[in-house]
């Protein structure tokens, strides 16, 4: 029988709405009140996550106001005004599904007017002044249901419409405090978790000698990291290269970013599964213990593009044992688009949690025979 043609690559798609990884859209009652629990809601929030808000102006776009005072009137397609307190980018054109994606990529959470837009989960407000008979298909995975004041019962369609409605967490509209509370408890149990990896796939050019072999506890650093990685995260695996893969072996991640050398391997570890963070240490590193690996795991900031330590060796963060968050993946492809494949660049010029060591020498790399003779009088 004749294989079956496979047209594109099968790839593993991040977890993503039509906005971004975790999105709400509220719909049920008028674009006011909206606006005004999507208001409250991130004025509770802020402090802890980033928040963005998706509407639509009601405004008719053929009323020459709109563009009023904007370079758009003149034929321009897109205006950047510096605030100087924040940034404003209007466009012109239609924007689809991808785009949204792309600009709302570093947003913890997506609140959405479900009047205007749809929301790949729902907040529910119960008020008679607005049906919904006409959007039943925009309530395919509501999560709560909110009351407005002095109403009591959900309609029948709704309650023939949405499969267990007696189970999903109601509250009042008003009860802003608990409607927050919820989302924050949603958000921290949605938290990405994280797998360890071992970049094992270099060709140790200046030890002249395969690091990843080297014994300094007993067992071959690559091993020795792993179990590392293993008793720290949800799952390890190693990177190699594609000759150095092992049969029947399923924690292993070939580098399909040839070429590249490190940068290159993490792509590849979100290549195979871009909804998890890759806590990612490289195999020369004697010093790292887990304690240094626990201490970077307790300063994560999921809201950042990545948690790292800070080399004060070379001034800058160190990218070869850093916990990189899944928004990572798009900021890495968009480096490399640009021409550039350092994982170092990446963190200098994106949001990222910087961690201090009390002692910082436990970053220090090995790359040579004479650092190698070094390492072993330290060690022991």
């Keep these: 029988m004749a294989k079956k043609h496979q047209k594109h690559a099968k790839l593993t798609r991040p977890e993503l709405g039509?906005?971004?990884?975790?999105e709400l859209a509220i719909l049920g009652t008028p674009c006011g009140e909206i606006k005004k629990l999507a208001r409250t809601i991130s004025e509770q929030l802020s402090s802890l996550y980033k928040i963005a808000y998706?509407?639509?102006d009601h405004k008719s776009a053929d009323?020459?106001?709109?563009?009023?005072g904007s370079s758009l009137s003149y034929g321009n397609q897109l205006e950047y005004v510096d605030k100087i307190d924040f940034h404003r980018f209007d466009q012109m054109g239609e924007l689809n599904t991808f785009d949204y994606k792309?600009?709302?990529i570093d947003q913890d959470l997506v609140l959405v007017n479900g009047n205007h837009f749809e929301g790949n989960r729902q907040i529910l407000v119960i008020d008679s002044r607005k049906s919904l008979e006409k959007k039943l298909h925009k309530l395919n995975e509501v999560v709560i249901i909110l009351y407005q004041e002095e109403e009591m019962e959900i309609p029948e369609y709704l309650k023939t419409h949405i499969q267990n409605w007696e189970k999903i967490p109601?509250?009042?509209?008003?009860?802003?405090?608990s409607i927050s509370s919820w989302i924050q408890k949603t958000l921290e149990d949605r938290e990405p978790s994280i797998n360890g990896l071992v970049l094992a796939g270099g060709k140790s050019t200046r030890m002249n000698r395969d690091k990843s072999e080297i014994q300094y506890f007993g067992k071959s650093q690559k091993d020795f990291m792993f179990d590392l990685l293993a008793s720290t995260s949800d799952r390890a695996f190693y990177s190699v290269r594609e000759d150095q893969t092992t049969p029947d072996v399923t924690n292993e991640i070939v580098d399909t970013f040839t070429g590249l050398g490190p940068?290159?391997?993490i792509l590849s570890a979100f290549r195979s599964n871009p909804n998890t963070a890759w806590l990612v240490t490289a195999?020369?590193?004697?010093?790292?213990?887990?304690?240094?690996l626990e201490l970077l795991i307790s300063?994560?900031?999921p809201s950042k593009v990545a948690t790292a330590f800070y080399n004060p060796e070379t001034e800058f963060p160190e990218p070869l044992i850093t916990l990189w968050e899944p928004r990572a993946y798009s900021h890495l492809l968009h480096f490399l688009s640009l021409g550039y494949s350092c994982p170092r660049k990446v963190l200098i010029n994106t949001d990222i949690e910087v961690v201090h060591l009390d002692d910082p020498t436990v970053l220090k790399n090995v790359n040579t025979p004479e650092e190698y003779e070094e390492a072993i009088k330290i060690l022991g």
């Design 170 to 177: 109601q509250f009042q509209v008003s009860d802003t405090p």
């Design 283 to 292: 195999c020369d590193q004697p010093f790292i213990t887990k304690e240094t």
């Design 299 to 301: 300063k994560r900031n």
């Design 63 to 68: 009323d020459e106001s709109n563009l009023e």
């Design 18 to 22: 039509h906005f971004g990884r975790n």
């Design 54 to 56: 998706v509407d639509a």
């Design 102 to 104: 792309k600009k709302f």
């Design 263 to 265: 940068y290159g391997a």
